[in-house]
């Protein structure tokens, strides 16, 4: 009988895509062996290190040049699932992988997306907590990772000392990556509620702090990154979508002005990493059914393509010596923009510096060298596909100048800056009620 087969032949997932179901650990990693043996032209599977229970935290590259980096391309990343009972990001990476491989060379904005740039996507940062979550909506069970520690709780502060030395293995690699790539861009999928919270999360109340927010150098980037994602998505721009979210106005807040917190991931991207991260909330439901998985898919697919493209903000280029050869280490400060550690050249000596569109004036500082400053007029890459290029030339100091030397920008150690015994001192009712925010509500 001809119906039978061909009814066999509709359900078969290729000629539908990946199904809309939560696979587990083992189905991932088979999954992604699989994406990266049949597109290998454009992809590349690797593993950034393994969990507490030895599950490996897989990484997928796609790009034309999926293996390694090459000059003038920026690095992008999604992370998913780091709260391992938050599994809607896992779910839309692995649709996204889906989409984007069978987009390239045939949808135009897949194919130029994946031209212009390096993508990351770590769909499963927490994949123990995801095996031992319970499929609850609100509660945390899983949420931890075999140690019983919140992962985002666990990286270095730049506002405070306090949260431990210990360092979860999960938190280790994406350290450790962090420091391979240079990544430009990027954005950490939660669930619990629905909005983009940008950095910084945590304050110690010094000048960051302005009202009830903690307010960063690139500040207006932020919330033009966090709005490119709640204004493409289908309802995240609404504001008060959960039953018991607060009115987030277009969708958006500052993370410390939600509610601050200590050891967050995305500020230690933004801080340490020269990578601007923001936190994306994608459902009121941290463990939603599967029924629910190809809206939340249709409600965010534009939105996380239209964020991958902001990777192309603003300027980028190479500082490079008298003879043309490449520096390392050299501080690109864009004036007005005092970060908490200067953006510095990596060791192809190239920079990105993700701006808004208008005219900046930069200063190019290295060791032995004239300090160099140009005012450059940076116009909206995203649509271009490629921020502005822009290279510098330094010169070596004079020697009639031998008796200055050159100071370079260095980390400024916000945490010991300022007093630190007066800061975030909880009474015994906000103790309380963050506990009990802690079970119930943290996203
Ligand atoms: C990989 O290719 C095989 C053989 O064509 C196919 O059966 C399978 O569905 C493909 N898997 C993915 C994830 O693309
Ligand atoms: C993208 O790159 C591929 C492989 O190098 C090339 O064949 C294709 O023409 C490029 N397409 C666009 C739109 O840049
Ligand atoms: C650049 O700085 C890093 C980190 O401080 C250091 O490990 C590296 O050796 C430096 N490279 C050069 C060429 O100075
Ligand atoms: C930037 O500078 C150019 C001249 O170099 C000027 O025409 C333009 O109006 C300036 N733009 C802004 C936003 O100030
Ligand atoms: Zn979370």
Not at 93 to 114: A, E, H, N, S, W
Not at 217 to 238: G, Q
Not at 266 to 294: A, H, M, R
Request: net charge negative.
């Amino acid at each position: 009988m001809l119906f039978p087969v061909l009814f066999c032949l509709w359900i078969t997932p290729s000629s539908f895509g990946l199904e809309f179901r939560y696979h587990n650990s083992v189905q991932v990693g088979q999954y992604l062996t699989e994406v990266s043996k049949n597109y290998s032209d454009f992809t590349h599977l690797h593993s950034i290190g393994q969990s507490v229970e030895g599950r490996e935290l897989w990484v997928l590259i796609l790009g034309q040049n999926p293996r390694q980096h090459r000059t003038g391309i920026p690095e992008f990343k999604y992370v998913g699932n780091m709260h391992g009972n938050e599994v809607v990001g896992r779910v839309l990476l692995l649709q996204l992988i889906d989409y984007l491989t069978k987009g390239y060379l045939r949808d135009p904005l897949v194919t130029r997306l994946l031209n212009s740039s390096r993508v990351h996507i770590l769909p499963s940062m927490n994949p123990d907590g995801f095996e031992s979550s319970g499929r609850d909506c609100l509660y945390s069970q899983g949420r931890f990772n075999k140690n019983g520690v919140d992962l985002n709780r666990n990286f270095p502060d730049a506002f405070s000392s306090g949260n431990g030395q210990l360092r979860e293995k999960e938190v280790v690699a994406v350290m450790e990556w962090l420091k391979k790539e240079t990544f430009v861009l990027s954005a950490n999928l939660h669930g619990g509620a629905v909005v983009a919270s940008y950095p910084y999360d945590n304050s110690n109340r010094g000048s960051e702090l302005q009202g009830s927010s903690s307010v960063s150098p690139d500040n207006d980037v932020f919330i033009h990154l966090a709005k490119t994602y709640s204004l493409s998505h289908s309802s995240m721009h609404k504001g008060d979508i959960c039953y018991d979210s607060k009115d987030f106005t277009d969708g958006i807040t500052n993370g410390y002005s939600w509610y601050p917190l200590e050891g967050g991931m995305q500020d230690y991207n933004y801080v340490w990493g020269q990578c601007l991260e923001i936190t994306l909330e994608l459902s009121c439901c941290k463990f939603p059914p599967e029924s629910e998985l190809p809206g939340l898919w249709e409600a965010n697919r534009p939105a996380l393509l239209a964020y991958m493209q902001q990777v192309h903000l603003g300027l980028k280029g190479q500082v490079l010596d008298s003879n043309g050869s490449p520096v390392q280490n050299a501080s690109v400060e864009v004036q007005g923009r005092r970060n908490l550690c200067p953006f510095m050249t990596d060791r192809n000596g190239e920079y990105f510096r993700l701006l808004l569109p208008g005219n900046y004036t930069i200063t190019v500082t290295h060791p032995g060298h004239e300090p160099l400053t140009e005012t450059v007029s940076v116009p909206y890459g995203p649509d271009r596909f490629s921020a502005l290029s822009h290279n510098f030339q330094l010169q070596k100091l004079s020697s009639h100048s031998t008796l200055r030397t050159t100071v370079q920008p260095t980390c400024v150690s916000s945490g010991l800056q300022y007093n630190h015994g007066a800061t975030l001192l909880p009474s015994a009712f906000t103790a309380l009620t963050a506990l009990l925010l802690h079970r119930l509500l943290l996203s």
